[in-house]
């Protein structure tokens, strides 16, 4: 009787586990999928986060696919000249970190 209830918590715990992981996101994806949204490596200047917004300033403004971006997840974008303040959260930080990968 007890090896019943053993395994049933261990099943419970696989399929909470499985929840869990399936609900993270992909950063490293959604980084790459940014930086293309964005117009590609060679269309950003310099970018930095900001408490949930993530910052860029770009060569090129028309080359932005607000639209994509929007998909991805951002809760708001605002464009000032060359820069773009996309809201994203707090993936902020973990996406500037994983682009910052791709950069070098």
Not at 93 to 101: N, S, V
Request: no cysteine; hydrophobic share 50%; glycine share 4%.
């Amino acid at each position: 009787m007890v090896w019943q209830y053993i395994i049933i918590i261990l099943v419970l715990i696989l399929i909470a586990f499985a929840i869990v992981r399936s609900k993270n996101k992909d950063f490293k994806l959604d980084a790459n999928k940014l930086v293309q949204y964005l117009g590609g490596k060679a269309n950003i200047i310099n970018y930095e986060v900001n408490n949930s917004r993530f910052v860029v300033n770009l060569h090129n403004i028309s080359l932005v696919n607000k639209e994509a971006i929007q998909k991805m997840g951002a809760q708001g974008i605002v464009e000032i000249d060359n820069q773009l303040k996309i809201i994203l959260g707090e993936e902020a930080k973990q996406l500037k970190k994983y682009i910052d990968d791709l950069k070098d």
